[in-house]
């Protein structure tokens, strides 16, 4: 009664002006990265997340250019603002992905780096992954 399948449910955000992420305000949430941020990337809708601290997710959005974050009624109105303004002029809203981060945000490389820990664990060597983040590194 109340489940929409997956697949009408991406149709939704393939038309979508603003895709929304709301976060909570725990402290164990600063540094989350929600699934709805992967389900939302192959979309070029800007991502607006709100609430929470500004931790990894907030410098994900500005670094990959998805979205921006914010905390504030009136930074959120901000946002819509500009978004809306935009849309009026264009008819569209878009917020074009950079490749690297498209790249960077993949489960591939996600799992490489995760076995690269693992084997690296049990081989007693030094772990070859990066140790910073690429928004850290620019």
């Avoid at 109340?2 to 976060?23: C, D, K, Q």
């Avoid at 709805?36 to 929470?52: H, N, R, S, V, W």
């Avoid at 849309?87 to 981060?101: F, L, N, S, T």
């Amino acid at each position: 009664s109340g489940h929409t399948p997956y697949r009408e449910v991406r149709a939704l955000m393939a038309t979508a002006s603003v895709l929304l992420i709301l976060m909570g305000e725990e402290w164990y949430l600063r540094d989350a990265v929600p699934a709805k941020l992967y389900d939302y990337l192959p979309f070029e809708a800007p991502i607006l997340a709100i609430g929470g601290a500004q931790g990894v997710l907030a410098h994900l959005l500005k670094w990959s250019g998805a979205g921006s974050w914010a905390t504030t009624p009136e930074a959120i109105a901000d946002i819509l603002r500009a978004h809306f303004q935009r849309w009026q002029a264009d008819g569209v809203i878009r917020a074009h992905r950079r490749p690297e981060a498209l790249d960077y945000l993949t489960q591939r490389r996600m799992a490489a780096e995760f076995a690269e820990v693992f084997n690296a664990t049990v081989e007693h060597r030094p772990i070859a992954c990066h140790s910073t983040a690429p928004w850290e590194r620019e």
